[in-house]
């Protein structure tokens, strides 16, 4: 009797020990994993403030450790997940856009974006980049991309004096743009318009005296927003036209022609865009010009005009950075 109540005892000592044990190890073990869930960077955004859903988005985007670790610092910024939202947003930009953001606090995001997207968070001609000229009809030339005095291209054509004005032989312009402006030309001509170019490839040498007259004459703040240093110029890549009317070749009023307006709404069918446009001296750098066109080819165009942007946006988010 009493060796069994003995051995019931035991039985009973080790059953609690094995209870015990269990329980602790499964507290341990949700200690643990409640631990490690709060090590992860799901938990720490969602302690930071943002939605489940905002934090899908934000890891979508960010998705290095790098990244993500970066993101942590900034800590809850209210503009974040907007800015992420915004249609030309390029993550190589991120901390640029916070930085810009902090100096610009009267900006929209969009105009963020833009800026930064385009560098003009730095001053025109304070921040040189080399124009990748392998992309032809796709390279840039503006405030910051330059072309170097040695860059010419070696397919340029003679412009028929039946569409340019000056001395014969004097216009050119690179084969692919030609072909392309022959076919704006037809076009134009049909719908009873006759286009005349005034000015078409220059020279970086050409370039040179034409800005400094030009500086000589109306002091270098006029001469910039009017012309191109050299080397800044678009009419080096042999790609852009100043193209007027045969019966309207005046700067001050060809702007309202109807020979401007058939340009400003039809020539990216034949891949030209409109280069300098109106109201947007901030962002090109260059007063409204109605009639400087550039060749970028019918796909780039044809976005360009649909969606109502610049070259400068364009390149920035679909070549720069894609
Ligand atoms: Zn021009």
Redesign the pocket.
């Known amino acids: 009797m009493k060796k069994r109540l003995k051995l019931k005892k035991t039985v009973w000592f080790i059953f609690i020990i094995i209870l015990f044990l269990s329980l602790g190890l499964y507290a341990g073990l949700h200690i643990y994993q409640d631990y490690k869930y709060k090590q992860t960077i799901n938990y720490k955004l969602l302690e930071y403030g943002y939605n489940p859903n905002e934090v899908e988005e934000l890891l979508k985007v960010f998705n290095t450790k790098e990244e993500q670790e970066y993101l942590l610092n900034i800590k809850q910024n209210s503009q974040i997940i907007s800015l992420i939202q915004e249609k030309y947003f390029i993550k190589n930009n991120f901390k640029d856009y916070l930085t810009y953001l902090e100096e610009n606090k009267n900006l929209e995001l969009k105009e963020i974006i833009r800026n930064v997207n385009i560098h003009l968070n730095h001053n025109f001609y304070e921040y040189d980049l080399k124009t990748d000229d392998s992309l032809e009809e796709l390279m840039l030339v503006n405030k910051y991309y330059y072309l170097s005095s040695e860059y010419n291209p070696d397919d340029l054509v003679t412009v028929s004096q039946k569409y340019a004005w000056g001395d014969v032989g004097s216009k050119k312009v690179r084969q692919v743009a030609y072909d392309a402006f022959l076919n704006m030309w037809n076009a134009a001509y049909q719908d009873g318009y006759y286009l005349m170019i005034n000015?078409a490839y220059r020279t970086f040498a050409e370039q040179e005296s034409l800005y400094e007259n030009r500086k000589k004459t109306d002091g270098i703040i006029i001469a910039d927003k009017m012309a191109a240093r050299s080397g800044y110029s678009?009419?080096q890549t042999g790609l852009?036209m100043?193209i007027f009317s045969k019966y309207n070749s005046n700067q001050k009023t060809f702007g309202s022609t109807e020979e401007a307006n058939w340009l400003k709404n039809n020539a990216y069918k034949y891949g030209f865009i409109l280069r300098y446009p109106l109201g947007l001296e901030k962002i090109t750098g260059y007063e409204y010009?109605p009639?400087?066109y550039r060749y970028v080819g019918i796909k780039a165009a044809t976005y360009i005009y649909e969606n109502n942007i610049t070259f400068e946006e364009y390149y920035a988010y679909f070549i720069e950075n894609s």
Request: without cysteine.
């Open positions: 000015s678009e009419h852009a100043d010009e009639w400087h």
